[in-house]
């Protein structure tokens, strides 16, 4: 097995393997099952997923069409990737070089305790006690508003979903529209309930929410002092970052505040501006739905009397060299944030995002939460993330860097079962099948006893409750009752002589 070793700071120390628990947002408390069986009941939640991911997945059918060489964007999407991944800890290094040989200052994070720790620190030597705060699933992963409230730090999201989430005391459900659980009527009442000086005739026309939004944000925009964001690219040879947005909010946070604060994992570098065009494709064509992005914003260091005056990178592990110590786990993180794979996943449609318990849901999160995470027994909720999945490989189509979402979700499967410390009903089955599978004649013999089970199909055919453990699985679906006719007695009827 090939191994990486980042010589960069954070690895020189002993940098975990894993997320440690207890800081942050990548386990929730509860098992998929568990939190999936809540949200099925939940009509309203289905009702508004299905629709918001039928638009989105329409609108990125649509665009991807246009572009008669997706396939080979896909492709140097990957191979980008690829080449990051092998050469993480000489593009970090390179990253750091110039970020700093041009004004700005880099911090290395182990975890999200540290990135946070590091942010709060660096919020209060700017004399600040409020941020303003672009999208960021760097610092939804670590935790970062609750760390910088604990420490006397309000952070106010000025994204308008990530708002929405905020005002409504709630959490995100999706990448890229955290808010998409809400439906436009309960957005007006969040805003009606928690906006001071709200107009009261607000109406949910979208126009008419996004106009008070605005006028909420315009104060703090012109007030804050220091701004907090995550970036979806470093480019290591000129070290500028980048945000790509849609609202243009980000871009007020990215150049008013007098400081900036990027926190970023340290997967989202890019060697070159070249591989930057080849993502500024494949983004927003499979995220939005759009051929651009309304607002590329990138910024490189700190430029006297433009811009913020301080600039602060904060480059955070948490996990991500032990994912890359995988050979085929790493290629998880060649993720790029666009939510594609949730948005055409028949699981996450119907269980939406609170479900995962991780701010990564759907798909992506089902392989990445517990990867970064580590699984750490049968209790674990994110031990039941990976069978979050129906297999049918839509995720892999729709991913825009050609990540095998799929052939990840069996391995953590097989991750799930070795990490367990006790059998489970399942792995007693699973056992009891691999003893009948491996001797012809046992094979046989659990055959004709399988066959007895057609009594209790009935005239139906279907068997709708078995005992424990089996009634886990009719707990939630209909078993086919045995046939007839096993297999080898088919074959022996019809193909006579011809049976080994
Ligand atoms: S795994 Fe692929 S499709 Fe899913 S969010 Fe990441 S880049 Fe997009």
């Given at each position: 097995m090939s191994t990486t070793d980042l010589p960069t700071p954070v690895l020189r120390g002993a940098a975990p393997a894993h997320a440690p628990?207890?800081?942050?947002?990548?386990?929730?408390?509860?098992s998929f099952p568990a939190e999936a069986r809540d949200a099925l009941q939940d009509t309203q939640l289905r009702r508004n997923l299905g629709k918001a991911t039928g638009v989105i997945r329409a609108k990125r059918q649509a665009v991807v069409d246009e572009v008669p060489d997706w396939e080979e964007l896909r492709l140097a999407g990957s191979a980008i990737k690829a080449d990051v991944m092998a050469r993480l800890p000489e593009l970090l290094e390179q990253l750091e070089a110039n970020v700093v040989a041009r004004g700005g200052t880099v911090h290395w994070a182990r975890d999200a305790e540290e990135a946070n720790a590091t942010v709060l620190r660096l919020v209060r030597e700017a004399g600040a006690d409020e941020v303003v705060k672009v999208k960021s699933m760097a610092t939804q992963e670590t935790g970062l508003n609750e760390a910088l409230e604990a420490g006397g730090v309000a952070a106010l999201e000025t994204d308008l979903a990530e708002l929405i989430v905020q005002l409504g005391h709630d959490r995100p459900?999706?990448?890229?529209?955290?808010?998409?659980?809400?439906?436009r009527a309960e957005i007006r009442e969040i805003f009606l309930r928690e906006m001071p000086d709200v107009d009261p005739d607000l109406t949910d026309e979208p126009r008419r929410l996004a106009m008070a939004a605005r006028a909420h944000l315009r104060r703090k925009f012109l007030s804050a002092k220091v701004a907090v964001s995550g970036a979806n690219f470093a480019v290591a040879d000129s070290g500028t970052l980048s945000v790509v947005e849609s609202e243009g909010n980000g871009r007020m946070c990215l150049t008013l505040p007098e400081t900036l604060i990027t926190v970023m994992g340290v997967e989202k570098v890019v060697p070159t501006w070249f591989d930057l065009e080849v993502f500024l494709q494949l983004l927003p064509r499979s995220s939005t739905g759009e051929r651009m992005n309304p607002y590329t914003s990138t910024w490189t260091g700190v430029t006297p009397g433009d811009g913020p005056q301080a600039f602060h990178l904060v480059l955070m592990d948490n996990g991500r060299s032990g994912v890359l110590a995988d050979p085929d786990g790493r290629?998880?993180?060649?993720?790029?944030?666009?939510?594609a794979c949730l948005n055409v996943c028949p699981v996450y449609e119907r269980a939406g995002g609170h479900a995962y318990g991780s701010v990564y849901p759907g798909p992506i999160g089902a392989v990445l939460s517990p990867l970064l995470t580590g699984i750490s027994g049968e209790d674990d909720p994110n031990a039941s993330l990976p069978y979050a999945s129906s297999l049918c490989g839509a995720c892999f189509d729709a991913c825009p860097v050609r990540i095998d979402i799929p052939n990840l979700l069996v391995q953590q499967r097989a991750a799930s079962v070795e990490s367990h410390r006790r059998p489970t009903g399942q792995d007693v089955a699973m056992r009891a099948a691999r003893v009948a599978m491996t001797s012809p004649g046992r094979f046989t013999a659990a055959e004709k006893a399988m066959s007895l089970g057609r009594v209790l199909g009935g005239r139906s055919g279907r068997i709708t409750a078995l005992p424990w453990p089996a009634s886990r699985w009719t707990a939630s679906r209909d078993v086919p009752a045995p046939p007839k006719e096993t297999a080898r007695e088919w074959f022996a009827r019809t193909r006579p002589g011809q049976e080994r």
């Open positions: 628990a207890g800081t942050g947002h990548l386990r929730g408390t509860r459900s999706h990448i890229l529209v955290p808010a998409i659980h809400r439906n290629a998880a993180l060649h993720c790029i944030r666009c939510s």
